[in-house]
């Protein structure tokens, strides 16, 4: 069977008995055969005993090609592989990785004085190149590019660029664009391979280029990086400083995982709870969510404060309890609906959109769902408690409870950007917590109005 025909199971089985019996030879010839994404997913489910025969048996190049294709978003848990590592070793894997993810890791590093370390330690050009993006914010334009990508100066002719091309191919992330830049290293224009290959060799760089270049600055924000690469189908986008030097490249396997990041974000804070929890000990995993348990909590024992305070209503008239659950459970339903398309509508920062169209939209899409979920409960409740003044109550606080969800849900996140806050703070049990709290407020308030109407 071919190493490419096996399971991934199978894989690991045969990989591992290899390393077990220390034949080095015929494991390199499997593992070093199969797709770097495949040795990437069984490096990092090989246990401790296996990896350090990894590290005997593949160069640092080798496993830099084998980390290149680690997940972004399992950055952040390499710390342990790189502790197992001699430094001289560990200096040499982050040299030979591309610049951007070996950032991406030595940032994730808990051991500051062992990034220290690996700078003295990795050859003085990487170094160079490490520096240079290590040092760029969070979230930016910078801190995903990468600063191994292919130009041409604009007076070359095309055979000498076409040369140039071939000598540092090797060492670009991607070659599908080639930048064209002046005699101060500044983004002038961009050639396809295309056009290199079929014009003549007399021809100059700056009689063919594009100069219609789409390009980012450097602290741009990520996701706007990645919206403007989805926009233009590009493959990979150049990044510029205030002075158009061009200084890398973002690929669009970084845009993917920027994508992805997000994505994982928004949909953290719509649950409240980090999704990314698989690395994390049952301990740490509870630590991380408490914090949000806890407040809500007290939210919620606002809630049954409020209820509290109609004990008399509900004796009275006991038959209004029986209805709490369902109005504050589609009420919060229906905030969390909202909460997902304002969230969504933020996270494109489209550019029509607007505050009072969508809110008003919002507003308009709340009543025509209230009146509709009101009419029909009202009608159920009429007729299943023979008493269609109670359904009436019941339909209209299942309205009004409905509207105040959804301008709760569709206001709350715009409001925290405005003020400068992550609007997935406003998760969504935040949201159905506090559609409870004015779910039950409102249902008490209207059916105390008929109380004497429910008590017949």
């Known amino acids: 069977m071919e190493v490419f025909e096996r399971s991934f199971e199978e894989n690991i089985e045969i990989l591992q008995k290899l390393l077990k019996g220390n034949r080095m030879t015929r494991f390199r010839t499997e593992y070093l055969a199969l797709h770097s994404y495949d040795q990437a997913k069984i490096f990092l489910a090989f246990e401790e005993e296996y990896r350090e025969k990894v590290y005997q048996y593949l160069s640092p190049s080798e496993l830099a090609n084998v980390f290149d294709s680690v997940e972004t978003e399992q950055h952040e848990y390499m710390d342990v592989y790189f502790e197992e590592m001699n430094n001289t070793y560990a200096a040499a894997v982050l040299g030979d990785m591309y ?24 050859k003085p050009a990487s170094a160079r190149e490490i520096s240079q993006l ?20 604009e007076g070359e002719d095309l055979k000498s660029a076409y040369q140039h091309l071939k000598n540092v191919a090797s060492s670009a992330e991607t070659i599908y664009y080639v930048y064209v830049v002046d005699d101060n290293k500044r983004l002038v224009g961009v050639i396809s391979l295309r056009d290199l290959i079929l014009n003549e060799d007399s021809k100059l760089i700056r009689d063919i280029m594009n100069t219609r270049v789409i390009a980012v600055q450097v602290n741009d924000d990520q996701e706007e990086v990645a919206k403007m690469v989805m926009d233009y189908n590009l493959l990979a986008l150049p990044v510029v400083g205030f002075d158009q030097e061009l200084l890398g490249i ?17 949909y953290s804070g719509l649950a409240a709870v980090n999704v990314n929890e698989e690395h994390e000990t049952p301990f740490g995993a509870a630590k991380s ?27 009275t008239a006991s038959v209004l309890s029986s209805f709490v659950t ?15 398309v304002a969230v969504r509508k933020l996270a494109n920062k489209s550019e029509e959109d607007n505050f009072f169209n969508s809110l008003t939209f919002e507003l308009l899409t709340g009543v025509f769902t ?27 606080a299942m309205a009004a409870a409905i509207i105040v969800a959804n301008l709760a849900g569709a206001l709350i996140p715009k409001l925290m950007t405005r003020l400068g806050f992550d609007p997935a703070v406003a998760s969504g049990p935040f949201i159905s917590t506090l559609s409870d709290l004015t779910s039950v407020l409102i249902y008490f308030s209207i059916a105390s109005l008929f109380l004497e109407q429910l008590t017949y």
Do not use: C
């Open 99 to 122: 610049a951007d993810n070996a950032v991406d890791i030595l940032n994730n590093l808990s051991d500051r004085e062992r990034v220290n370390i690996y700078m003295h330690l990795m």
């Open 134 to 153: 290590i040092n760029y914010l969070d979230d930016t334009a910078g801190s995903i590019m990468t600063t191994e990508f292919v130009s041409v100066q």
């Open 250 to 266: 973002i690929t669009v396997d970084d845009i993917i995982d920027v994508i992805q990041e997000e994505a994982d974000s928004d």
């Open 289 to 315: 969510r408490l914090p949000w348990l806890i407040t809500l909590l007290f939210l919620g024992l606002g809630t049954a404060s409020l209820i509290s305070q109609y004990e008399e209503v509900i004796a």
């Open 326 to 340: 369902l109005i504050t459970g589609t009420a919060g339903n229906a905030g969390t609906q909202s909460l997902a």
């Open 370 to 396: 209230a009146i509709i979920v009101g009419a029909t409960i009202a009608v159920v409740a009429g007729l299943w408690k023979q008493n269609f003044i109670l359904g009436f109550v019941i339909g209209i």
